[in-house]
Nanobody, 123 residues
Framework: VQLQASGGGVVQAGGSLRLSCAAS????????MGWFREAPGKEREFVAA???????YYGNSVKGRFTISRDLAKNTVYLRMNSLKPEDTAVYYC??????????????????WGQGTQVTVSS
């Protein structure tokens, strides 16, 4: 499975970005999709996850500001990020696994990863 993340960039605080993660390969690879982020000197942090039944989950720091969604026809998962803050600055990674796991916020549960896309929020 190949995951291609895109959409990162530099934005001012309060602005918005939409990240995309295009998946290719196995047709059953996306029953659980997630977004994680990693800032310099910090551990990889859970951002959002999406089940095959479209149920969504969010990390506390992004709840109410970020939205994860999916376009099945394009086999692409999106992360819409609104009201961005400087502390949202990080490399964002998309991830996938075949089966949903209750440990969806644990990055070690995912089988495939995209290459990461940098998001920088200036104050």
């Amino acid at each position: 499975v190949q995951l291609q993340a895109s959409g990162g960039g530099v934005v001012q605080a309060g602005g918005s970005l939409r990240l995309s993660c295009a998946a290719s390969g196995r047709s059953d690879s996306g029953n659980a999709m997630g977004w994680f982020r990693e800032a310099p000197g910090k551990e990889r942090e859970f951002v959002a996850a999406l089940r095959e039944n479209r149920q969504t989950y969010y990390g506390n720091s992004v709840k109410g500001r970020f939205t994860i969604s999916r376009d099945l026809a394009k086999n692409t998962v999106y992360l819409r990020m609104n009201s961005l803050k400087p502390e949202d600055t990080a490399v964002y990674y998309c991830a996938a696994r075949v089966r949903w796991s209750v440990a969806y916020s644990d990055y070690r549960q995912y089988d495939w990863w995209g290459q990461g896309t940098q998001v920088t929020v200036s104050s």
